[in-house]
């Protein structure tokens, strides 16, 4: 979404419609908690991961496919319910599948991850967006690179140990 308000304008969308959109994105943000605790406390494998980064993959690329406000207020809504809880969908498998004193060693792995991602992903789509296809390009490249994020969560499966983590 770093980029989201540029291709927003660029689509001729208004700044009404434009605060409109993070005003929704806020509101998915509020309700995220909600929506995937169960999710997250249910499955111990990948399968929250993955549908949570393939949910994403679907909010960014709905303003790349479409610069109507009903697809834009999709897109913040469902980004906005989805983008925190992949943090802790992470956070989750780690609890699930590693026993207590490994928790923090595993939740720096993912950290940094993360960190290298929101520094190489934003880096992509700029560079991208200088390119011929500009911006939506570089969206439509993001998504795919969360697309693929959700196919390696799903290979993904629960760790077996001998005592329950949860």
Do not use: C, Y
């Not at 409109?20 to 995937?36: D, E």
């Not at 399968?47 to 909010?59: F, P, R, T």
């Not at 011929?132 to 629960?158: E, P, T």
């Amino acid at each position: 979404m770093t980029f989201v308000v540029t291709l927003l304008r660029e689509q001729q969308l208004g700044s009404t419609l434009i605060t409109v959109f993070f005003g929704v994105l806020g509101v998915g943000v509020v309700a995220s908690s909600w929506l995937w605790a169960g999710l997250l406390q249910r499955f111990r494998g990948g399968q929250s991961l993955m549908l949570l980064n393939g949910l994403l993959a679907v909010a960014t690329v709905l303003p790349v496919l479409s610069a109507h406000p009903l697809a834009v207020f999709v897109s913040g809504a469902l980004f906005g319910s989805v983008f925190l809880s992949v943090v802790a969908s992470t956070t989750a498998l780690v609890r699930h599948n590693l026993p207590a004193a490994a928790w923090s060693s595993g939740i720096a792995a993912f950290t940094t991850v993360f960190a290298a991602g929101q520094i190489v992903g934003p880096s992509l789509v700029g560079w991208l967006a200088d390119g011929a296809g500009g911006l939506r390009n570089g969206l439509a490249v993001s998504a795919a690179v969360l697309a693929l994020g959700a196919l390696l969560a799903w290979g993904q499966k629960a760790l077996p140990h001998q005592e329950q983590v949860s």
